[in-house]
């Protein structure tokens, strides 16, 4: 098992284009998150699945931004008519839901320049 | 509102020293907390973590303590090496998130 991979590492784009990042968990973890980060901050809670249901969405997370997990497998996020402060550093993680107090595990994250 | 804060942005310690990293949190209601450190352009890497109904959990080098009375808990890493140089986040969680605090870099120096 190679851990949670994200695609792309490194997204350019113009404002007001739309952007899709997609994160593959680790096998058999049944929960999935989505974070942001910006700089000299830590990661901050946009949304989560437990299988392919999205269960949690943060306020930070508004209605140009949309975020599936089709299969239960990987999940897409999906940035429309991205703004100058929509660059920021995307973080996914998975956790298997074992318990209530479950370790998330981190990708190496999307970092997404809006010009 | 910060609901976790880590008030030293940044700390040095030599190879061989204690370091102490320190966070504190405002929400009673956080079941359980984690470190995590990162490096430049990776994702956060799990370091350890302690359930609110502990006060000290140890795994190798690294020992957290946690004061629930104070709201407080403290990352012990002994003896510090210069691979440890990096950013350490503290985070508190409830059954579906985490929320993290803004960091400290530590550099370990020779």
């Known amino acids: 098992d190679t851990g949670v991979s994200q695609d792309p590492r490194h997204k350019i784009t113009k404002r007001g284009q739309n952007v899709t990042f997609r994160c593959d968990p680790i096998?058999?973890?049944?929960?999935l998150y989505w974070y942001r980060q910006t700089l000299g901050q830590g990661p901050e809670f946009l949304t989560y699945?437990?299988?392919?249901?999205?269960?949690?969405k943060s306020r930070l997370l508004s209605d140009r931004f949309s975020a599936e997990r089709p299969k239960g497998s990987f999940s897409t996020l999906e940035i429309q008519r991205t703004e100058q402060g929509d660059s920021a550093m995307y973080l996914c993680?998975?956790?298997?839901?074992?318990?209530?107090?479950?370790?998330?595990?981190f990708g190496p994250g999307t970092r997404l320049l809006v010009l | 509102d910060q609901q976790v804060k880590q008030n030293s942005p940044s700390l040095s310690v030599q190879e061989g020293r204690i370091s102490i990293l320190n966070c504190d949190y405002t929400?009673?209601?956080?079941?359980?907390f984690l470190w995590y450190k990162k490096y430049p352009a990776e994702g956060p890497t799990f370091l350890i973590s302690?359930?609110?109904?502990?006060d000290k959990n140890e795994d190798g080098r690294f020992t957290v303590f946690l004061n629930k009375s104070a709201k407080h808990l403290s990352l012990h890493i002994v003896p510090s090496q210069p691979g440890d140089s990096a950013v350490y986040f503290c985070?508190?969680?409830?059954?579906?998130?985490?929320?993290f605090g803004t960091g400290t870099r530590l550099q370990v120096t020779l």
């Open positions: 993680a998975s956790s298997p839901r074992e318990q209530n107090q479950e370790t998330q595990y």
């Open positions: 096998s058999e973890h049944n929960r």
């Open positions: 699945f437990q299988n392919e249901a999205q269960l949690e």
């Open positions: 929400n009673s209601m956080f079941d359980y």
């Open positions: 302690i359930s609110s109904i502990k």
């Open positions: 985070a508190a969680g409830t059954a579906s998130k985490l929320t």
